[in-house]
């Protein structure tokens, strides 16, 4: 069975940065995809970024601005998100999950699903 266990949220003040860390344990990671979802309060959950299980990666309208880095290390079972340039509004709590081979924006196509970090940003 696939478990993800995220880290790297915490408080950051605006402008500053922060790595998430996915790691993903229990299934055959070399041909995983694996995405970045947020969910702010009071909004729906919105897909960040993926990487597929060749390293292609794909980001959503909001995070493709430059701000948004998503890479994998296949030896470490791991992927990661960088973030840049905070803003409050990037404030949310962020879950990585995973689907064979591809990337899909949909959260409902994604089998496996980690327990989330939470990112706080102060303006």
């Known amino acids: 069975q696939v478990q993800l266990v995220e880290s790297g949220g915490g408080l950051v003040q605006a402008g500053g940065s922060l790595r998430l860390s996915c790691a993903v344990s229990?299934?055959?990671?070399?041909?995983?995809?694996v995405a970045w979802f947020r969910q702010a309060p009071g909004k729906e959950r919105e897909f960040v970024a993926g990487i597929t299980w060749r390293g292609d990666s794909t980001y959503s309208t909001d995070s493709a601005k430059g701000r948004f880095t998503i890479s994998r290390d296949d030896a470490k079972g791991t992927v990661y998100l960088q973030i840049n340039s905070l803003k409050p509004e990037d404030t949310a709590v962020y879950y990585c999950a995973s689907r064979a081979f591809f990337v899909t924006t949909m959260g409902s196509q994604y089998s496996a699903w980690g327990q989330g970090t939470q990112v706080t940003v102060s303006s």
């Open positions: 229990g299934g055959t990671f070399s041909t995983t995809a």
